[in-house]
């Protein structure tokens, strides 16, 4: 067999040991390849601030804005394009936890004072 | 033969790279998670301006107060719960002189809001006390913040860090900008256009005496406790700048909410005075941050 030919059945298994591998991680929850990751500069401080992350993939992960959010190598906050099914299934079974550091008042009209400005857009995904 | 070998490899492999990219996603019909949600649910809205309203009167312990507050919310297992409350209770200990301080500023703001009055030489006096009681905070919590590394696994460490960041980015939201705080007070006091006009520029006239506020220390401070504690070994004692960078957060922010009152004094009503003497004395009362999650 040529060295291409031994190259080429290397590739074959590692292919086949990743396929293998992914479809076992969706039954595991080891699949943060599959979803594309966003980064369109919005850092929710505040919701980060006052929520209990969920640790996903080895990252603390937000639920904010109703998306989920971690942090990026180079300081920046990014979130998931898709949310991946674990965290669905996290958050379904029950909302994450906040911290809530005062009585908050809810004045006629319904606004809410200070805080964060909302994201336009409504769903991002 | 060598043909049909490498057209099957070819198979498998596009069979298998078609799994990689469908096999996941939640994609069963069941259970499938919604591809469009809303945005900020009203608990999460409510969080942060409840965090807002916190951080405009609770200044005491600086950056200490800040990664005290961080340990609120860290996501830790229920076994894990009990030593970081322990270190959070040491921490909020360890910044108690601080707090007595702002009790007392607080305290001096509502005496003088009640009376009609607010006494500079009071206040002021309350503002170098406070200011001083937290320049010594960092110094004070250095055990106490050596343990809390040593207990954290190194994912934890990096998101104590995150929540420092985040919390110091809402304190500079929440003490920095007076129309927000305006938009506050005037939804809580029924504040009029004309009283508004008045507040901002008693406010603007009350600063133009204080330095303008400088986050760069503090940022440069939380930026080396972060390089620091992310690290495997960790000292707070070779933090130097914790005391400077605290005693400049507080002692401004704490000025910035005495000249906020002192231009709202002789602008409100009896009823609106009665309400924010209310406020102020409820604010002096409690330490929402060092009861716990």
Partial sequence: ?125 | MNVLKRSTRLVVLALLGTSVVLGCGGSSASGRPPSVVAGASAEEADATAALVEHDRHHHHGGVTLLIAMSLDTMGVAQDERAALEKIRADLHARMEPAHAAERTLVNTLADGLAGGTLDPAKVDAALAQLTSAAAMVHEASVDALNQLHATLTPAQRATLVDKLEAHWSVWQKANGEDDDRLVHLTAELGLSPDQIAKIRAGVAEGMKAVPPFDPQEVTAHIHAFGEAFRSSTFDARTLTTGGAATAHMVGWGATRMAHLFEALSPVLTPEQREKLVRMLRGHASHNPSAEGG
């Fill in chain 1, 1 to 125: 067999m040529s060295r291409a030919s031994v190259l080429r059945v290397l590739l074959c298994a590692a292919g086949l040991g990743a396929g293998l591998v992914s479809n076992a991680g969706c039954e595991a929850g080891v699949e943060a390849a599959t979803y594309p990751v966003v980064d369109d500069g919005y850092y929710p401080a505040a919701c980060i601030a006052t929520t209990h992350p969920i640790y996903y993939n080895g990252a603390a992960t937000y639920w904010c804005a109703g998306a989920w959010y971690y942090h990026v190598p180079g300081g920046r906050w990014a979130h998931y394009g898709r949310e991946p099914r674990e965290l669905y299934e996290r958050r379904t079974r029950a909302e994450p936890e906040r911290r809530m550091y005062e009585p908050v008042a809810h004045p006629p009209g319904g606004v809410r004072p200070g805080g964060e400005a909302p994201r336009g857009g409504g769903g991002r995904r």
